[in-house]
């Protein structure tokens, strides 16, 4: 029975990814972006996914593991355990706002906020109005 880990088709985080297996002594390639492909020297099988399909695929156990940054497994909440950090593919999510505006604690109150992360940043607006 072959391992199966999911990890960026495309991305920050594939490369390193990539490194890693090699380093580790695995020898797989991705010969045409195929989807799969299997390790020729170990029990495992590779799975190159978008990075917010990886925690719908380690939840339904179609892959066993998967490499995806902790911003995504946060904003899918998927039940998921992280396992390890794996010190690569740093991420910072920052809030914008335009020069031309004076930015308060309230500046935020009543305004839209256009997000690809909007689990993460309700959680962050909850913590900002917890401190007040």
């Known amino acids: 029975m072959n391992l199966k880990i999911a990890i960026q088709k495309s991305g920050r985080l594939h490369e390193d990814s990539m490194k890693m297996l090699k380093e580790c002594g695995i020898d797989i390639s991705n010969g045409g972006n195929k989807l799969k492909s299997t390790a020729a ?13 990886i ?7 179609v892959a066993d593991i998967g490499i995806v940054g902790e911003n995504v497994v946060f904003e899918k909440r998927k039940e998921v355990e992280l396992m390890e950090k794996l010190g690569f593919g740093k991420c910072r999510l920052s809030l914008a706002v335009s020069r031309n505006e004076a930015y ?5 109150k009543g305004k839209r906020i256009a997000t690809s992360y909007p689990v993460i940043l309700q959680q962050w607006l909850d913590e900002q109005k917890n401190r007040s």
């Open 55 to 61: 925690p719908q695929y380690v939840e339904d156990a």
């Open 104 to 108: 308060t604690r309230d500046f935020l």
């Open 41 to 53: 020297n170990f029990p495992l099988e590779v799975y190159f996914l978008r990075d917010d399909d």
